[in-house]
């Protein structure tokens, strides 16, 4: 059976013309190249080179072969800059999921950051509910990603890296005047965000728990999927929300609306999720060192 460098130094020395120019070019030494090229003639019993010229000649056999060569080598060298490129930084794809209020915790910063470094670096970044992105690396669709617990952790490796209190908010100054309890929670309009997931979401989910332990019932007046709009709603009145302490301390809040922290404390856990067992791309690692150091930064 031929060998990868059997075929480029065959295809080299036919592009060129002598064993001579084709071992400088290769940097070997020219009885190498002699001896690769008879070692494959002698493997099939052809001769590939008419010899004694001054310049090398293909015999039938090396005209029949020349392209498959070609393209093998061709197709050789493509697979390592491929690989080379992936595992240098200096291509490859990044696939990182990102929780829904990201921008809160200014990791849209990384991206831009990222990309600067490592121009060459396609990214992949899907920012869903913590609900969706932890099944997308589950399911192997996404390396990575950061998440709000709890998630279904099914295959997943999950490291908690901070967390940010949840305060409930109101337009109402009487109903900030004081920590609310999940009783009083219950009694009240609710504007929820978030719609699509409901009550899978992390934050409700926790919120879900407590009031079931507490024999209490939630429901949500009105339902919508960003928390900007959850917030102008209750501006207006319509009814209150609660959101993590990034969110009531962003400055993109309604003046109107107060905040006020939980009777028994409520926290988001920001987590790192990836499969378990699974390697990280460098790409990926990379994009996740930088996302653990700005939210350390931004604590």
């Given amino acids: ?55 090398l000649v293909l015999t039938e056999a090396g005209e029949t072969l020349l392209p498959v060569a070609v393209k093998v080598t061709t197709s050789a060298d493509e697979a390592d800059r491929t690989l080379r490129a992936i595992t240098s930084l200096e291509g490859g794809t990044a696939s990182f999921g990102l929780l829904r209020n990201a921008k809160y915790y200014r990791l849209e910063e990384l991206l831009a950051q990222f990309h600067e470094r490592y121009p060459s670096v396609r990214l992949r970044i899907v920012g869903l509910n913590s609900v969706e992105v932890a099944g997308a690396v589950a399911d192997g669709e996404l390396e990575a990603g950061l998440v709000v617990l709890p998630i279904d952790a099914d295959g997943l490796t999950v490291t908690p890296l901070r967390r940010d209190e949840v305060l409930y908010a109101s337009a109402d100054p009487a109903r900030a005047l004081h920590p609310p309890t999940i009783e009083d929670l219950a009694a009240r309009k609710l504007v929820l965000y978030d719609a699509h997931y409901g009550w899978r979401d992390p934050t409700r989910r926790q919120v879900l728990e407590r009031a079931s332990l507490a024999g209490v019932h939630l429901d949500a007046m009105v339902e919508v999927e960003q928390v900007e709009s959850a917030l102008t709603l209750v501006a207006a009145g319509v009814g209150d929300t609660f959101v993590s302490r990034a969110v009531a301390e962003s400055g993109a809040c309604p003046p109107q609306v107060r905040f006020v922290p939980f009777a028994e404390p409520l926290h988001d856990t920001i987590a790192l999720v990836q499969r378990d067992g699974a390697t990280l791309s460098p790409a990926t690692a990379e994009l996740v060192r930088l996302a653990l150091a700005l939210l350390q930064r931004t604590a």
């Fill in 1 to 55: 059976m031929f060998s990868l460098v059997q075929l480029r130094v065959f295809a080299t020395a036919a592009r060129v013309g002598s064993f001579t120019a084709a071992a400088m070019e290769l940097h070997m030494a020219q009885p190498s190249v002699s001896e690769f090229v008879r070692r494959l003639e002698d493997e099939y019993g052809t001769r590939l080179f008419v010899r004694g010229g001054r310049r």
